[in-house]
């Protein structure tokens, strides 16, 4: 931001030694608290399998593959295998003492000695036994006791490595998380440690110097004025003076230069982009790429250098485009590699600061410089106060494009003029905000604008202030409803899922993966899956693959207009993702309709075929039912046997959850059900006096079940199970109708209770129950999840979706 304010610190002088180094600034990190956490959740859930009496076999062939390296490697790796011993400790700490780093002399010490006891502790806790008590045939080059997880060697390095870090240069790092990193293989290599035990020693080492550097802070490496004037006039630039500037610079550190041109006065500003701000903003990016749907942020991993660049040319762009923009001057590299992007100072005070009265004439201009970037579709992303400025005259300029973006969508767009409109209402009021842009820009602008009038939309200053304003967004949503004539437009769904969402898959995976494999005997469903007949488990596959092909052939009869078939199955495998953060089916459905509607059906003929393929797959879902009944019947497979006593609690969960979803379903969600079924019969009536649609709209659910039931055989086959047809078909169906009525995506922790439930009262063993039942639902639910991301994606890029 170009503005004059109150500087801080002192000015440089034009002769800086060539040996000046960036300042050590120690501060606390937000990415440490991200640290401490991501530590302690790896710490916990390597304990919780740690605790298993049994070792899982993917550990254990982790463990031979380095254990079976060639002994002639372990002069090399045993004193390096030392740094990891409380006495490195000492050593690393003296060593900073004599070089007078007292602060990373104070960091390993505290770090290296609270790991080492700690690991301790954690090993009484976790009670884990060595390799050589757990495994056979190993080979053992170091004699050990005591117990296993975590190891303490782990520990102690990871968290010297952790601790030095902040201290160290760029290569140093590197060289020291190598060498933490050889000491836990070199842990493996002697027979003294399983690769878990390793593992949550890193965890634990890195979990204590991160919380140690959350608690008093880290040096931060980054360019000061001394490193900025330097870099300046070895650029060409003919500053003589820099002085750092206090002001809210997201993502940079801002400077004013004097280049002796003026009179004394700083004519330049530079703004200073370091790996620290970089860093901050990769957190931030991610944070919006996980939380936020259609946040069309670029790519997180930019360097430094690279996001100066990309200021100053979308400024460049914004610039030519008529936008008053301050000149850009030049970009470089400082040499310690932050980067700095100089343009010409504007002399004046941003909005967020000013005092002075803003006219309407001066309010018209600023929503003419928003209506030129959207002309020349540039999207600011960051249209807050702060970010405007009037100069002496009293002209509005346009500030900082650090997060400009050349090529915007219209959403993109929307979003800065929902931005101007509450700033700009908290300066100036929403009446005289509202009528200037409706008079610049006109309804359609405020119209799109009107979704994104909500919190989640807004810069977090722009946010902040208006939550201190209680009713502002309803007044600006009402103000724009009443100027452009239309209904108050409800606020757009920005999160990719909702909290209660995720509860409900934390709480039915828990029941899944947890509990089952408890009931299950867990030590005998190990050895079940070590048995596994692969044949079955590639039919499985195949089978869970035909499904999708099966609804896409539902789909196109369906559809009154004829859909591509490749186009289709590509759809259905996005419904699969879509359905995964969403009960009831209503992510899946959302994609259908968008797809339909893309393919030219109006929005009703959408709703229609989309409500003509579940009423059709519900009414053949339980004539098959029925039919699947009176074969088992048939075949004298009665449910007979008593459910074992440790059910009580999975039974309990079933019936909870399907008495709540059906409430919902039928209550909440189909009030007007009876209807719905009227008019889904005279749909389906329809669809039946065409042969050609009728076979693929009823084949292709027929052939769907068909699918899943032979996936679900083959995959209980494959765990040495042997139920009949009948069986497995009359569990699918039964079990796929309680998941249609539970409140989770999919039916997540219903499905699998009811289908190894359904199995083992039919004679299953319940090793084998489990294990199939496990295996379909990765076949049938997790995998096609995954693919169906990368199908989702590829429709967004195709305008699809």
């Not at 060595?130 to 102690?156: I, K, N, W, Y």
């Not at 204590?208 to 980054?222: D, K, N, S």
């Not at 002001?247 to 280049?259: I, K, N, Q, Y």
Request: glycine letters at 8%; a positive charge; zero cysteines.
């Amino acid at each position: 931001m170009t503005i004059t304010e109150t500087t801080t610190g002192t000015a440089a002088s034009a002769a800086i030694p060539p040996e000046q180094r960036y300042p050590t600034v120690v501060q606390r990190h937000f990415g440490d608290a991200v640290r401490v956490a991501l530590g302690l959740v790896a710490l916990v859930i390597s304990a919780l399998v740690a605790r298993h009496t049994d070792v899982p076999p993917l550990e254990v062939d982790l463990f031979r593959l380095i254990n079976d390296l060639p002994s002639w490697v372990l002069p090399v790796l045993w004193p390096v295998m030392q740094l990891g011993t409380i006495g490195a400790v000492g050593v690393a700490a003296v060593a900073a003492l004599a070089a007078r780093r007292y602060g990373l002399a104070r960091d390993v010490a505290a770090a290296g000695v609270i790991s080492y006891f700690l690991a301790i502790e954690v090993k009484s806790l976790v009670g884990r036994a060595r390799p050589d008590m757990l495994l056979e045939d190993l080979t053992l080059r170091s004699m050990q006791g005591g117990l296993g997880f975590v190891s303490g060697h782990a520990a102690v390095a990871a968290a010297l490595a952790a601790a030095a870090a902040p201290w160290l240069p760029r290569p140093w790092r590197r060289v020291v998380w190598a060498l933490a990193a050889t000491v836990a293989l070199s842990r493996v290599f002697v027979g003294a440690h399983l690769v878990l035990d390793v593992f949550g020693g890193a965890a634990l080492g890195w979990t204590i110097a991160a919380a140690l550097h959350l608690l008093w802070g880290a040096p931060v490496h980054r360019a000061e004025a001394p490193a900025v004037l330097k870099a300046l006039v070895a650029a060409g630039l003919p500053a003589i003076r820099v002085v750092p500037v206090a002001l809210d610079a997201r993502g940079s550190r801002p400077f004013l230069v004097t280049t002796g041109t003026t009179g004394g006065d700083a004519d330049l500003f530079v703004k200073v982009i370091g790996y620290h701000e970089r860093n901050a903003d990769l957190l931030f990016k991610l944070f919006r790429h996980l939380i936020f749907r259609e946040v069309e942020d670029e790519s997180p991993f930019a360097t430094p250098k690279q996001e100066a660049e990309h200021e100053a040319f979308v400024a460049l762009l914004a610039q030519r485009a008529g936008v008053r923009t301050p000149d850009i001057v030049s970009v470089g590299v400082a040499a310690g590699g932050d980067a700095w992007l100089a343009e010409t100072r504007v002399p004046g005070r941003n909005l967020a600061r000013s005092t002075v009265e803003i006219s309407d004439e001066v309010l018209r201009e600023i929503w003419g410089q928003v209506a030129l970037l959207r002309a020349a579709r540039i999207a600011h992303r960051d249209l807050r106060l702060a970010n405007i400025l009037l100069d002496e005259h009293r002209t509005p300029w346009v500030v900082d494009f650090g997060f400009g973006e050349s090529g915007a969508s219209d959403h993109r767009l929307a979003a800065d003029v929902a931005e101007l409109l509450v700033s700009m209402s908290l300066r100036v009021g929403v009446r005289r905000t509202v009528a200037a842009a409706h008079a610049v820009l006109g309804a359609d602008a405020l119209t799109s604008a009107a979704p994104l009038l909500q919190p989640l939309a807004l810069a977090a200053a722009t946010r902040s202030a208006a939550r201190s304003s209680r009713g502002l967004l309803d007044e600006v949503r009402s103000a724009v409803a009443a100027v452009t004539g239309t209904d108050t437009v409800p606020p757009e769904v920005l999160v990719r899922f909702r909290w209660r969402t995720l509860g409900w898959i934390a709480a039915t995976v828990f029941a899944t993966y947890v509990l089952l494999p408890q009931i299950g005997q867990y030590r005998q469903i190990i050895t079940t899956i070590d048995d596994a007949q692969w044949e079955w488990l590639a039919g499985m596959l195949a089978m869970s693959a035909a499904t999708y092909i099966a609804a896409s052939v539902t789909l196109m009869g369906a559809s009154p207009r004829a859909l591509a078939f490749g186009r289709t199955l590509n759809v259905q495998l996005a419904t699969s993702f879509a359905n995964r953060l969403a009960p009831y089916g209503l992510g899946g459905t959302a994609v259908n309709e968008r797809y339909l509607e893309r393919s030219g059906l109006s929005r009703a003929s959408a709703v229609a075929t989309l409500a003509l393929t579940v009423s059709s797959a519900f009414v053949l879902h339980m004539l098959e039912l029925a039919g699947v009944g009176l074969w088992l019947g048939q075949s004298r497979q009665m449910l007979t046997d008593a459910l074992p006593s440790g059910w009580t609690l999975l039974i309990g969960f079933v019936a909870a959850m399907t008495a709540l979803g059906v409430a919902i379903a039928v209550l909440v969600r189909r009030p007007g059900w009876l209807s719905e079924l009227r008019d889904t019969a005279g749909a389906m009536a329809a669809v039946l006096r065409r042969p050609r649609r009728a076979t693929m709209l009823i084949g292709g659910h027929l052939a769907a079940n068909i699918g899943y039931i032979a996936a679900l055989g083959f995959a209980v086959h494959a765990f040495g199970g042997t139920p009949s047809p009948a069986l497995v078909a009359a569990v699918f169906l039964g079990g796929s109708a309680l998941g249609a009525a539970s409140p989770t995506p999919a039916g997540l922790g219903v499905v699998e209770a009811a289908l190894v439930a359904g199995l083992m009262v039919g004679g299953v063993p319940s090793a084998a129950a489990v294990a199939g039942v496990l295996a379909y639902r990765l076949a049938t639910f997790w995998l096609p999840s995954a693919i169906g991301f990368f199908s989702f994606r590829s429709l967004q890029r195709q305008h699809i979706l």
